[in-house]
């Protein structure tokens, strides 16, 4: 499996992961009432569960795949914003002209 299919992957674990957070937060605000100790541990909770997120780099050039520039989207990049490398391909990437 490419490391774009498994960031892809990595989105939808993060998806799961920021569901049961949200699930859980209210869950607690509706049987204990609001709290935002429930809330700070959701939170710690998906930042634990993203740290993954790290180790998705392109092969080439070590641009995080969530990266765009200074932002971060949940969703990776197929093609890597930086050196053009194919990213959803097997074996030797091949390199996109226009970016
Ligand atoms: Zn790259």
Redesign the pocket.
Known sequence: MNIYRRAVMHGWRMLAALFLAITFVLAVDIFLGHSSLAFGAAIVGLVIANTPMLRFN??????NLFFRGIFVIPWPNRI??????E?DSDGPGTLHQNR
Do not use: Q, R, T
């Open positions: 392109c092969p080439k050039c070590g641009k890597c914003g930086k050196c053009g490398l990213l």
